[in-house]
């Protein structure tokens, strides 16, 4: 009766990876209990998820290193499995939220967010490829896209594309601030996309750096965000906090892999009871001020709770 703060699956968007190919589900090593599916095991997989509650989901590609090159185009193109993947989960189950990942990296042979020339990340250059993009995905027909890439000016350029295209009901949930952190590193395993040179830390943003965030959602704000996301959670909560006191949409946290990976860990030693950190990892989040949650617990959380 008095408990301030309420968690529930509907919080809660499932991250899951898709692969081109056949009957494939492999394990992420360095994320255990997920997997990279091909359509055919994606399906059923999601269908489960459905079945426990879970409605809300972000689709990540694992790309063929031959298919990588430096302008990404792979990404936009009519043969892009990924895109087939979008259409054929939401042919499947028309009544969920979709949501994508919009960034060069996981298409990129430099392993960038951004376009790189002579070791540099091109902003300005990127916003076009990121543009292609978004406007491939909604023809695929994703409900909500997610430029994750931290360019400048992405958001009102991705919005002015996909309204020209004909997709002015396509939200954009923003990665608003992204930290760049050190918990990606089982992300980066699942999709292969390690920078092939340098890191990210000449756009995402600085651990250091709380009032630079309200800068990035300033912006995100007023060029069309309808979602602003924090990333990580756990080390960010009062970057969530922050965000969801100053502005009036809906704000997001990434309970990223390396998060989840450290509840697993010692949940696997007997150093932590895994149902107990996993609620109260997701609950801290919740009471922070995130209105949805995404997180690699999301299946487990759905069984735990299922009435």
């Given at each position: ?14 991250p899951m990876f898709v692969e081109d190919g056949k009957a494939i589900k492999t394990e992420i090593k360095s994320l255990p209990n997920n997997f990279r599916f091909s359509i055919d095991q994606l399906l059923p997989e999601m269908e ?260």
């Amino acid at each position: 009766m008095v408990e301030e703060t309420n968690l529930s699956v509907q919080n809660l968007i499932y991250p899951m990876f898709v692969e081109d190919g056949k009957a494939i589900k492999t394990e992420i090593k360095s994320l255990p209990n997920n997997f990279r599916f091909s359509i055919d095991q994606l399906l059923p997989e999601m269908e489960s998820c459905v079945n426990l509650g879970i409605d809300k989901f972000v689709l990540f590609p694992a790309i063929a290193e031959g298919l990588k090159n430096t302008i990404a185009s792979h990404s936009y193109s009519t043969d892009n499995f990924y895109l087939d993947a979008i259409h054929k989960v939401k042919n499947e189950f028309p009544n969920i939220s979709l949501m994508s990942d919009v960034a060069m990296d996981p298409y990129s042979s430099d392993g960038h967010d951004g376009l790189v020339q002579n070791g540099v990340i091109l902003n300005d250059q990127t916003l076009p490829i990121l543009g292609k993009m978004a406007v491939a995905q909604a023809q695929a027909g994703i409900d909500i896209v997610g430029p994750s890439d931290m360019m400048d000016g992405r958001i009102g350029f991705i919005r002015d594309e996909l309204d020209m295209a004909g997709f002015s009901d396509t939200s954009i949930m923003s990665y608003t601030a992204k930290y760049a952190s050190s918990f990606y590193g089982p992300f980066r395993d699942a999709l292969d996309s390690q920078p092939k040179s340098g890191d990210k830390k000449s756009y995402q943003m600085n651990p250091s750096n709380k009032n630079e965030a309200l800068i990035e959602a300033e912006l995100d704000y007023h060029e069309g965000a309808d979602i602003m996301m924090v990333k990580p959670a756990t080390c960010y909560l009062d970057i969530i906090h922050l965000l969801k006191e100053n502005f009036d949409i809906p704000i997001t946290a990434y309970n990223v892999s390396g998060e989840c990976a450290m509840i697993y860990a010692a949940a696997e030693r007997g150093w932590l009871n895994y149902n107990d950190a996993m609620s109260e990892m997701l609950l801290s989040i919740r009471r922070a001020g995130a209105d949805g949650i995404l997180t690699y617990f999301a299946k487990d959380f759905a069984k735990l709770n299922k009435r």
